[in-house]
């Protein structure tokens, strides 16, 4: 029956975010980035990869990414729901971005659900933002890039700024996921904002 007030429904306020962590070097800007996230709904998949190199690297694991999430999904789950159109969402970030992951998406391969749910971004015009790692870059990973880029994903490389003249690895941790959260239009002060004079 036709509901004369019209259909109106409203679910789900909180501004929901599909955060992908692949096997990049930088598995501590996915930490950061999801505790700067507390009160958003984030929609997290972690890449078999990704799980190596956090371990590796800042000697966590997937639970230390999930404890911080909303939800969470199997990279293999591709029918999870991040991975339709039909799921709004108002950017996916890909933090850290691994060059595969890059390259797959760039050549519209969606075989895990991180690729799949940045290929959705893409066909639906969402916001998507990719925090690769990786130098020197090959020819290849550039063309890559630049073809993404024509696409309307934003290359968001892990590379902090020196000028605020960082003291420790979380003060350039916190300039790139700062960067980060600005693309997602999230404010936030994790750093000082540049002002020419200013010591
Ligand atoms: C310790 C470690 C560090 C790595 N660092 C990088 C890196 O900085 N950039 C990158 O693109 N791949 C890096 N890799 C390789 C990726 O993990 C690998 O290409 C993997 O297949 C990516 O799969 P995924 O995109 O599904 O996560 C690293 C792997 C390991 C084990």
Redesign the pocket.
Known sequence: MLNIAGSYCRIGMKEKFVVGV?????SILALTLLRNLDGYETHLVV????K??LK??VGASADDLIKLATYTYDDKDISARVSSGSFKFSAAVVI?C????LGKVASGISD?L?TRACAVALKERRKLIMV???MPLSTIVLENMHKLSLAGAIIAPASPGYYTKPRTVEDMVNFIVSRVLDLMGIENNLIRRWRSGEQ
């Open positions: 692949t096997g990049g070097s930088g890449s078999e990869s990704a190596k190199v590796e690297e850290p691994s060059i595969s992951t895990t991180v690769p790692r990786e």
